[in-house]
Nanobody, 122 residues
Framework: QVQLVESGGGLVQAGDSLRLSCAASGRAVSSYAMGWFRQAPGKEREFVAAIRWSGVYADSVKGRFTISRDNAKNAVYLHMNSLKPEDKAVYYC??????????????????WGQGTQVTVSS
């Protein structure tokens, strides 16, 4: 099973950019479909973006966020531009089987990181 560690969160102002990183160990990220989810206080965990052969995105982040994978570094990234206060949440990286039919459902991701906090001030 792959182990995942997120980093790169922080406090930014609305309109700023951040890049989240997800470092993998134990197995290659190329063996998995990789996803990013987020959870705000009092809310359900929600899908943000995922990548199998290409990226898929939640409507709320489409055009602002980009997911990428670097197989040489065994890492996945979430590039976040034009951040909004409503993007504030703990962001989690997760891995699931490449054969999984749906990348947006969180319940069948096999491995999760511990999360990294993103706070966006207005």
């Amino acid at each position: 099973q792959v182990q995942l560690v997120e980093s790169g969160g922080g406090l930014v102002q609305a309109g700023d950019s951040l890049r989240l990183s997800c470092a993998a160990s134990g197995r290659a990220v190329s063996s998995y479909a990789m996803g990013w989810f987020r959870q705000a206080p009092g809310k359900e965990r929600e899908f943000v973006a995922a990548i199998r052969w290409s990226g898929v995105y939640a409507d709320s982040v489409k055009g602002r966020f980009t997911i990428s994978r670097d197989n040489a570094k065994n890492a996945v990234y979430l590039h976040m531009n034009s951040l909004k206060p409503e993007d504030k949440a703990v962001y989690y990286c997760a891995a699931k089987s490449l054969r999984a039919p749906n990348l947006t459902t969180h319940y069948d991701y096999e491995s999760w990181g511990q999360g990294t906090q993103v706070t966006v001030s207005s």
